[in-house]
């Protein structure tokens, strides 16, 4: 039940700090909502009290006596789903944003037309996940990023009162099998220069290599000319969370940027759009005899080589932009335990 409280409010006249305090009172009303979660309002004068306390008294009858739902209506999901771009639209990246949009588009063709929110359950979320394994092919771990991604969208309108419960809570994730990223040995580096037939895209993985940067910290418009420092022979990559990082350029990735600068035709040091660059990236891979490998193994294979050749891996860590060293550490711990594997031998010598 609600109650009524009456507070005393202590104000000045003026912003003279030798005028005394006035005392004013307001009436407080406590309440708690149908989650059980306790609310309160003020109001200056009691009678406004009384009148707001009786309302959510009788909207509390009301829902008890299910003569009223206390959730909002009951959207047709393609409606809720409007309702929810238009409120994380701020708060999300454009390219957050597109890739939930694919995700939706996928639950939609699956689950019946005209369905409402509420009426999506646990039982249609497992044949769904069953359905996007066996008919349509998806990876696993795949489809626990989709999971993942409409747990989310359920758990944003459970806080805007479109929900009460999330129909995923109880839909466990596929187990998956962790494989740590290919690293690239020397040959299947000379192998994969030697299958590039176009110097642009030679320069752009080059640099990756060189560099270690994250696939979309060197493409448009993550990357400008301002970005390379010529006199200091740094680059400033800009990462997760608008992180900015400074990388410095051994030879090759500085005689990269200082070549393709001459070419004033170049608008970005890498005009490139990611998705066709990929397409690239793995025919060459296939051209050069390499069966494992993505953009990213690039970037393992830049921390790989410089943590096999001594360098901390707390300065590894720093270069590939981390938010902390522990991320490092796991990436990298076979590497890590091999090398003190190594210094440990020799014990065997004294010992």
């Known amino acids: 039940m609600a109650y009524i409280k009456k507070i005393k409010v202590y104000t000045r006249k003026s912003k003279n700090k030798d005028d005394k305090k006035v005392t004013t009172f307001r009436y407080q009303v406590g309440y708690y909502d ?22 959510v ?12 739902s206390p959730l909002k209506p009951n959207l047709k999901y393609d409606d809720m789903v409007e309702e929810y771009l238009l409120i994380i639209g701020r708060q999300k990246k454009p390219k957050t944003i597109s890739r939930e949009i694919s995700v939706f588009r996928a639950f939609r063709n699956f689950i019946p037309r005209q369905i409402r929110i509420r009426e999506i359950n646990s039982s249609l979320i ?8 066996e008919e349509c092919g998806v990876r696993p771990a795949t489809v626990n990023a989709e999971l993942r991604t409409l747990k989310s969208f359920m758990n944003v309108l459970i806080t805007h009162e479109y929900l009460d419960k999330n129909p995923l809570t109880r839909v466990k994730m596929i187990p998956v099998a962790k494989t740590d990223p290919h690293v690239f040995t020397d040959s299947e580096i000379n192998s994969l220069y030697a299958s590039i037939d176009d110097q642009n895209y030679l320069d752009v993985i080059k640099f990756f290599l060189h560099t270690g ?29 608008d992180k900015v990082r400074y990388v410095p350029l051994d030879r090759t990735a500085y005689e ?13 040091p890498f005009d490139f759009n990611y998705h066709y660059l990929y397409k690239k990236f793995k025919k060459y891979l296939g051209m050069a005899g390499i069966s494992k490998g993505t953009m990213h193994s ?23 932009g981390h938010s902390g060293i522990e991320l490092a550490n796991q990436a990298y711990i076979n590497i890590v335990t091999d090398d003190l594997r190594k210094e440990l031998e020799t014990l065997e010598g004294y010992w």
């Open 126 to 133: 497992r044949h769904y996940v069953k359905h996007r394994l």
């Open 256 to 268: 990269i940027v200082v070549r393709r600068r001459q070419n004033t035709a170049n608008k970005y």
């Open 57 to 68: 008294e009788m909207q509390a009858y009301r829902i008890k006596a299910e003569l009223d």
């Open 213 to 241: 940067a994250r696939r979309e910290e060197l493409l448009p418009p993550r990357l400008n000319w301002n970005d390379i420092d010529f006199e200091a022979k740094t680059v400033r990559l800009t990462g997760k969370f």
């Open 298 to 320: 690039l970037r393992r294979s830049f921390a790989s080589k410089l943590i096999q050749q001594g360098t901390s891996i707390q300065y590894v860590s720093k270069l590939l």
């Open 34 to 55: 149908y989650t059980g979660k306790k609310h309160r309002k003020n109001f200056e004068d009691r009678k406004a009290a009384d009148v707001f306390k009786s309302q």
